[in-house]
């Protein structure tokens, strides 16, 4: 039987550095592991490239992928929908591939409940004022956005406890460092049993 891909979630407030913190690691020559590309309905920022970023869609379209059951998770944040599409990230764990999701903590918690083994990161900032300078730093959103993203940070920093690992992102390098880490561990873990032992050990 081939062995079915590992799920990791990366969730985190907004502006912590997890879009950031994850094109680092995707870039690392040891990066095996697919991107699912969530959907919204939020504008495009500048820059930002429909099917690359996002599948950007409409309220309506967001809401027939729901009805469809085509939607692993999704939620509502700050006044839009994001979700992940099911069937990208089925057929790539089917194909032995690992899958990363980059998703808000109520989407990981509806994860959590159909895919127990996948593993849950959370990305912390080293305190709520730099999340916010982070978030003005980069330009993308205006202040009253920013104000309701920090407020949601607050609720979803609460919820950190529900992870299995906390990484704060003090600077990307370390924080990339420590998401490979547990990837490189929990491998191990969710396949049980190394190879080069398996003769040894024999059946259960
Ligand atoms: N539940 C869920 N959340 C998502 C998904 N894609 C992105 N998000 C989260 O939605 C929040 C807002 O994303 P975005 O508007 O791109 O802002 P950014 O994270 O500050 O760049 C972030 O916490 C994302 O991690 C998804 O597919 N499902
Ligand atoms: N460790 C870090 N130290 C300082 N700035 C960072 C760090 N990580 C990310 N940033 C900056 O913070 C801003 C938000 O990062 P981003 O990756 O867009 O966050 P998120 O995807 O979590 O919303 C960006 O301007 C980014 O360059």
Redesign the pocket.
């Given at each position: 039987m081939v062995k079915k891909g590992m799920l990791i979630v990366l969730s985190?407030?907004?502006?912590?550095?997890?879009?950031?913190?994850?094109?680092a690691l995707f870039e690392e020559p040891d990066a095996d592991f697919s991107y699912s590309i969530s959907m919204t309905t939020r504008q495009p920022r500048p820059g930002e490239r429909d099917g690359i970023d996002y599948y950007f869609v409409s309220k309506e379209e967001f809401e027939e992928n729901i009805r469809n059951g085509e939607m692993l998770e999704y939620a509502k944040y700050v006044d839009n929908y994001y979700g992940t599409p099911l069937k990208y990230v089925n057929q790539t764990l089917e194909s032995g591939q690992d899958v990363f999701l980059?998703i808000e903590v109520n989407g990981a918690m509806q994860v959590r409940a159909v895919a127990p083994d996948a593993v849950f990161v959370f990305?912390t900032p080293p305190d709520l004022i730099?999340l916010k300078?982070?978030?003005i730093?980069?330009?993308?959103d205006d202040m009253s956005v920013i104000d309701k993203r920090i407020k949601q940070a607050a609720t979803e920093i609460r919820m950190m406890r529900n992870y299995d690992y906390a990484v704060v992102?003090?600077?990307?390098d370390?924080?990339v460092e420590a998401i490979k880490t547990i990837i490189k561990s929990e491998r191990l873990r969710v396949t049980r049993v190394m190879p080069e032992y398996e003769s040894m050990l024999g059946d259960d």
């Open positions: 985190g407030p907004s502006g912590v550095g997890k879009g950031t913190v994850r094109k980059e990305l730099e300078h982070r978030l730093g980069r330009g993308t992102n003090d600077q990307v370390n924080a």
